[in-house]
C-alpha cells in the first residue's frame, strides 16, 4: 500500500479538514418587531424566513451532543434557558488556527524520513440573526475573511456576503451547518471557510436543559466520524453567572473509537498505534445569543500510525485554536 500526496483525515466534506486533526499522511513511499429582510444578508434585527434551508446552501451536519450534569452546582438553581433575541444582530468574529506536522518514512530501503508541516489561520467577521418566529435556527452573512496564508488571503474578499444557517436542538446544541459561499469565490477560499465554521461547530459547548447554580458542572459527549471516530468528551464548569451571561470553563479530550483510520479518497486503511488529543479553554456564552459572545479553546495531541509494516510508523502532531471574539 503506497499514499504518495498528503491527506487530511478529516476532509471538507467530513470533520474539521483544517482543523486539529488535519494531519498530512505519507505511508511507504422572541418577541420583538422582526426585519423587512427575509435573509441573513439584510440590515434587520432578525431573519424572516430560515431562508438558507431553502436557497441552495450546502447542508452540513453537525455530530449531536448528549449533556448530562454532574453537579448541580450551589446555591438556588435556575434554568439556562436559551431565548435568542429577535431585536438586534449579533456580531462576532470567529478564528481558527491548525498547525500540522507529519513525520513518515520514505522509503523501505533508505533510512530517512519526510516531514511535511501545515498551518492555516482564518479570521471570519459573522453577522448572525435568529430567525424571527423560531428561536432553534440562526441565518448569518460574513464578511470579508483575512488569513496570515498570503495566497488564501488574496482569495478571500470573493467570501464577502456569503451567507448561510445553524440548526439548534435545545441547550445551544448545533445539529446542522447550512453554507452558501458567493458564486464568485474560489475552492480554497470556500474550503477553508467550511473548516473553520465546521471545526468551530464541532466544539461548541453546549448548557443542560435543567436547572443548574454557579458550581455546576456537566458533561458532553459527541461521536466524530471521520478517518479516525472519536468520541469527544467535554468537561464543562460554570464559574458565574449574571442574568444571562454566563462564564464557562472547558475541559476536552477526545479518544479513538476503534484503530482504524480510513485514508480519505481511497480504500487504504492504517491502524492507530497510539492517540492523544485534548485541550482547554474558557467561554462567555448570552442565552439571549446563538454564537458565543467571547472565549478560546486551545486543542494539542499527536499520533502513531502504522500500515503494512509496523515498524515504519508515521507520527503526527496537531494543534488547533478557536477564537470568539464580540465585534461592533
Not at 431585536?87 to 491548525?98: F, G, I, M, N, P
Not at 459573522?126 to 488574496?154: H, M, N, Q, W, Y
Not at 448548557?207 to 443548574?212: A, D, F, G, Q
Amino acid at each position: 500500500m503506497t499514499v504518495s500526496s498528503p491527506v487530511s483525515p478529516r476532509s471538507t466534506t467530513a470533520r474539521r479538514a483544517v482543523g486539529m486533526a488535519a494531519a498530512a499522511v505519507v505511508l511507504a513511499s422572541g418577541a420583538a418587531a422582526c426585519s423587512s429582510s427575509n435573509d441573513a444578508s439584510g440590515d434587520g434585527p432578525c431573519a424572516t424566513t430560515p431562508a438558507s434551508k431553502s436557497d441552495g446552501a450546502r447542508s452540513i451536519t453537525v455530530p449531536d451532543a448528549e449533556v448530562t450534569v454532574l453537579s448541580p452546582g450551589e446555591g438556588p438553581a435556575q434554568p439556562l434557558t436559551v431565548s435568542p433575541r429577535t431585536d438586534a444582530a449579533q456580531r462576532v468574529t470567529l478564528e481558527t488556527s491548525s498547525l500540522e506536522a507529519s513525520v513518515a518514512p520514505t522509503s523501505r530501503t533508505e533510512n530517512t524520513n519526510q516531514v511535511q508541516k501545515t498551518e492555516q489561520q482564518l479570521v471570519t467577521p459573522i453577522t448572525a440573526r435568529a430567525v424571527c418566529d423560531d428561536p432553534s435556527s440562526l441565518e448569518f452573512s460574513i464578511g470579508t475573511p483575512t488569513s496570515k496564508d498570503t495566497a488564501l488571503d488574496g482569495l478571500l474578499g470573493a467570501l464577502d456576503g456569503s451567507t448561510g444557517g445553524i440548526s439548534y436542538a435545545p441547550g445551544l446544541v448545533p445539529t446542522r451547518l447550512r453554507l452558501k459561499p458567493d458564486e464568485s469565490s474560489e475552492s480554497p477560499a470556500r474550503s477553508a471557510l467550511e473548516q473553520s465554521l465546521v471545526g468551530a461547530l464541532d466544539y461548541a459547548v453546549p448548557v443542560p436543559t435543567t436547572p443548574v447554580a454557579p458550581g455546576a458542572r456537566w458533561q458532553s459527549l459527541r461521536t466524530v466520524s471521520a478517518a479516525a471516530t472519536v468520541t469527544q468528551t467535554m468537561t464543562v464548569t460554570l464559574t458565574a453567572r449574571e442574568g444571562d451571561i454566563l462564564k464557562l470553563d472547558v475541559r476536552v479530550d477526545e479518544t479513538p473509537v476503534d484503530s482504524v483510520f480510513s485514508i480519505p479518497g481511497s480504500d487504504a486503511k492504517l491502524h492507530i498505534a497510539k492517540f492523544s488529543m485534548s485541550g482547554s479553554g474558557s467561554l462567555t456564552v448570552d442565552l439571549r445569543s446563538l454564537l458565543p459572545v467571547s472565549g478560546d479553546l486551545t486543542m494539542k495531541g499527536g499520533r502513531e500510525l502504522t500500515g503494512d509494516d509496523p515498524n515504519r510508523p508515521i507520527l503526527q502532531q496537531n494543534e488547533f485554536t478557536l477564537t470568539w471574539r464580540k465585534s461592533e
